[in-house]
């Protein structure tokens, strides 16, 4: 009766042979890439060491093969694959893909980069990424989305017949309520910050007015931190019918550092927004106090480079801590502020559109604090009325 045939990039049973005292042999039938079958062995000072020198051996062939992946594939090759593959690469960000990076070096290969592709069940990916969301439910969502990449990028090669993290379903976080300013608190929590900044009426040196100027502009654009701080004036129009172009984005990058991104977000993140008054005035302000910089930040750093988000968003944050005294306020609650007011005095598309998102779903889930409208029962109710008034007559 003949052998089995094996899969390509796949080994038979692993023998171990003593060929003299302290030095062993194992071996094992291999099917290449070409489809030819050969023996490969390696040699250990006793059995289990000489079948895993054999196993990374064959295992380093299976991953030396480039983009063939098969079930005996490792996690881990196949997670090197995958950061190749032009559907990743060609789609998204340098940023996101860092992003990835991170996830599967802090997480996913150490809990499964050792398994072969044919070991990774639902079961097991389900344990993995509810355990770790547990404690940070942010990265088990990064993490199920690289390992669903890549799975799907191991079906598409028929390495396996189905993706084991399709069916996995992370706990779902109870929704919090969108929190936004109104127009009151909004004026009450810029006066704050004035006096702040001034050092009236709260300790510490006059600050300068780098803070309330951004939130300024945050207030009458919706703009993000990020987007605030990549602005150069080149983006800036003060003539007759004064507006800004939102057309790009700062991030950093662990081998660039801190970068100003050329586009946004989103595709229809691209946007040119009217200024109202009020950040008009911020901006003339500015431009009439600029000193030039290499980047034409509009609001550049000490050295006249891009002033970094993070430690804008850290002194925001202590600003509106000392201020509202209970830390309930986030810098992102300004964003969130502009969307509820024009959601509320024009209509939600008015709002997606300049927040930059291509529909409503994000904006009315994410950033518009409004009560759900009721069904207008008024009428029916009305007859409980009409009961109590013919008693009455």
Not at 5 to 17: A, D, N
Request: net charge positive.
């Amino acid at each position: 009766m003949s052998r089995p045939r094996l899969e390509l990039g796949s080994w038979g049973k692993i023998t171990r042979t003593e060929i003299s005292e302290g030095k062993w042999r194992a071996r094992a039938r291999f099917r290449d890439f070409t489809g030819k079958t050969k023996q490969r062995e390696a040699y250990g000072d006793s059995g289990a060491k000489a079948e895993r020198n054999l196993l990374k051996t064959l295992r380093a062939e299976v991953e030396s093969a480039g983009d063939s992946i098969t079930g005996n594939t490792t996690v881990t090759a196949l997670s090197k694959v995958w950061l190749a593959d032009p559907d990743l690469t060609e789609t998204c960000t340098e940023q996101t893909i860092e992003r990835y990076k991170d996830s599967l070096n802090q997480h996913v290969l150490p809990a499964l980069g050792e398994y072969l592709l044919m070991e990774v069940t639902v079961s097991r990916v389900d344990r993995f990424l509810r355990t770790l969301a547990e404690s940070t439910p942010g990265l088990a969502k990064t993490a199920r989305t690289v390992l669903n990449g890549m799975f799907k990028l191991a079906v598409r090669h028929d390495a396996i017949r189905s993706n084991p993290v399709r069916d996995v379903r992370l706990p779902s976080k109870p929704k919090k309520p969108v929190e936004a300013l109104t127009v009151d608190e909004v004026s009450a929590l810029r006066e704050g910050l004035r006096k702040w900044q001034d050092g009236t009426g709260y300790r510490g040196p006059r600050r300068g007015s780098e803070l309330l100027d951004v939130v300024d502009v945050m207030l009458g654009t919706g703009l993000r931190i990020s987007e605030v701080l990549a602005l150069r004036w080149d983006d800036v129009d003060l003539g007759e019918h004064p507006t800004l172009t939102v057309s790009g984005t700062l991030v950093y990058l662990k081998k660039r550092g801190l970068r100003r991104q050329s586009h946004t977000k989103t595709a229809s993140g691209f946007r040119i927004l009217t200024l109202p008054t009020f950040a008009v005035e911020v901006l003339l302000r500015r431009s009439v106090e600029m000193i030039p910089t290499e980047t034409n930040a509009v609001f550049p750093s000490g050295a006249g480079t891009w002033k970094w988000p993070n430690n804008y968003r850290r002194s925001l944050r202590d600003a509106l801590k000392t201020i509202e005294g209970q830390g309930r306020i986030s810098p992102h609650v300004f964003r969130k502020s502009v969307a509820t007011l024009i959601d509320a005095e024009a209509t939600l598309e008015a709002a997606a559109a300049v927040l930059g998102h291509s529909g409503t779903a994000v904006t009315s889930k994410h950033y518009v604090a409004k009560a759900a409208a009721a069904p207008d029962m008024s009428a029916i109710l009305d007859r409980f009325g009409r009961s109590r008034n013919e008693k009455d007559g």
